[in-house]
C-alpha cells in the first residue's frame, strides 16, 4: 500500500474515520472534471476500507482507481494500485488472484525504490498462501538483498522473519532458528516490544519442534509478557496456543487447560477460523490423553465441519450425517459399554447443525471467493444470487442470535437497513452513485416466524431491483417503505425510477427462482404482492400483509 498526495505521504492512521471526508472530495474532483483529484480519492476511499479491514468493500474503489490510472497514462499511480488490490486480495486469503495483481504491480517500480522490495515480499507471502514454499522463498530472498541496502529496519527484520517461517514449514529448523535470531537483533535494536515478541513466538516454535521444552517456554513465556494493550488481540493466538502445545507435551494438563481456553476465547471472538481449527486439533490431543474421548469426539466433529467451511464445500445435511456416523463407528469401540454414547452422538448433530447456521456468513464469503473461478455467466449469477441469499440469512441470523441471547422479536427498521445497504455493495453501488430512502416506522418489531420471511422478501425484491432495473440507468433511485397502514396491517412498498424488464411482470408463472421465492413466502405469510407502475417512470412492488 503506497501512495502519495501532495509529496506528503500518507500513514494507515491518516485513513481511518475519514470515510465521508474522500467521499465529499470525490464529488467535488467529479463536479469539477479533475481526473487526476478523483483518482487520489478513489486510491483514498479505497485504503480507508483497507485499513478498517474491510477489504471486499476496498477492492472496488482500487478496481476503479487502476482503470483511471491507466487512462491517465501515471504508471506510478497504475503500480500502486495493482499492489493494492494484490494486498487486499492475498488478506481474503485469495492468494492465486493476489499473485496475479502483484505481478503486475512489480513492473511498475525500479529495484531501488522501496516499493519494489514490498511487493517482492508480499509475492512471498502469497506464494506461501498456496504453499509453494521454495517460489516464496526466493521471492523472499530478493526482498532480504535489496532490503539490507534501504533504511527501514522493520521492513529487514520483517524478511528475516518470513524467510525463518518458510524454513520452519519445510522443517529446516536450525535454518528458520538463524534467520529468526536475526530478525530479533534487528528488533531489539528498534526496540518495539510487540515486535520483539513475534520473534520470540516463532523462536519458541522452533525449539517446541526439536523437543527442547524449557527453551521454547523461556521465550514463549518471555513473549507473553512483552505484549501489552496495545497489541492486537490475534497476535496472542500463536503464542497462547504453542504454549498449550508445550505444557500438554510435557504432562502439565492444567496449564494447558488455562492457555488453550485463552486462546479458544480470543479466536471466537475474533472469528478467526483458521486459528479455531488449530486449537480444536489441541483440544482433541488434550482429550485423548486424558482420555475424555466424548470430548475428543466433539473435536474432532467440530474440526470436520469447520475445516470443510473453511474450504467452501457446500454443508449438506447428507454429507454432516455420513461424517458423524463414520467417525461414530471407529468410537464406539471405546464407548460401546457407556449407556450414554447415543444421547451424545445425538448432542453432538444438533451442535453441529447449530454451527452451520452460525456460519451462513462464512458460508456467503467463500461463495463469493468461488465466484470468482467461474467462467460461465449462467452459473455465475446462480453463484451470485445463493450468496446474496445466504449474506441475508447469515444478518437476519445475526440480528436474532448476534448478542448470545435468542430472540423472538426483530427489529425490523435495522435489519431492512442491513439488507439493503449488503445488496448495495454486493451490485457494485455506492453512495456517490445511488440514492437510496427508507421510511421504516421505529417500533416495529415482529416475532421470528413473520420477521424471517418478511425479511427474505425485501432481500429478493431489492436485490432484483439492483439486478434489473438500473442498467445503464444515469440516476437510480430506491426507495423502501414499511408501515402499519391499518389495525393489524402492514404495507411494504419498495419503489424504484428504473426501467421496466420482463422479470418484473411475471411474478406468478415466472421461471426466476427468486420471483417464485417471493410468491411462496408472501403466500406462507398470508400476504399479497402486486407489482405497480409509478408516475412519471418506474415501478414499485406492494406487499400488504397482517400480523
Known sequence: MANKKSNKKMHSEDYINKLEVFEEQLKQAIKQGNREGQLECLYNLGACYYYQSQYEEAIPYFEDCLELAKELNLTIKEGNAWSALGTAYSKLGNFEKAIVHLEQAIHFYKENDVRYANTLNMLGVAYDGVNHYEVALEYHQRALELRKGQSKLEDLAESYQNIGIIYKKQNRLKEALSYFEESLKIKREINNPVFIASTFVSIGDVYLAQKKHNKALEFLQNALELRDETASSRSYLGNLRLLAKCYLEIGEIDKTHFYLEQ???????????????????????????????????????????????????????????????????????????????????????????????????????????????????????????????????????RNLYGDGVNTMVVDIAQMVWQLTENLKIAYGFRNSNIDIDYDVSEDLNFDVDLAIPLCLIINELVSNTFKHAFKKFPDPFLSVSLKKSDKDVFHLKIKDNGLANLEHNNLGNSDSFGLRLIHSLSRQIKGEINLEEETPKGFSWQLRFRA
Open 263 to 397: 486462546a479458544s476465547k480470543i479466536a471466537k471472538e475474533g472469528r478467526y477460523k483458521e486459528s479455531e481449527l488449530d486449537n480444536l486439533e489441541v483440544y482433541r490431543q488434550l482429550y485423548e490423553r486424558t482420555e475424555d474421548y466424548v470430548n475428543a469426539h466433539k473435536c474432532a466433529k467440530a474440526y470436520i465441519d469447520l475445516e470443510e467451511t473453511i474450504r467452501g464445500e457446500k454443508i449438506s445435511k447428507q454429507y454432516v450425517e455420513m461424517k458423524i456416523k463414520y467417525e461414530t463407528q471407529k468410537l464406539e469401540k471405546k464407548l460401546k459399554e457407556e449407556a450414554e454414547a447415543k444421547e451424545k452422538a445425538e448432542m453432538l448433530m444438533q451442535e453441529l447443525h447449530h454451527r452451520v447456521k452460525n456460519n451462513l456468513q462464512i458460508v456467503s464469503g467463500l461463495l463469493r471467493l468461488q465466484l470468482e473461478k467461474l467462467t460461465d455467466e449462467t452459473a455465475k449469477e446462480a453463484v451470485k444470487s445463493g450468496e446474496a441469499r445466504l449474506k441475508a440469512m447469515s444478518i437476519i441470523h
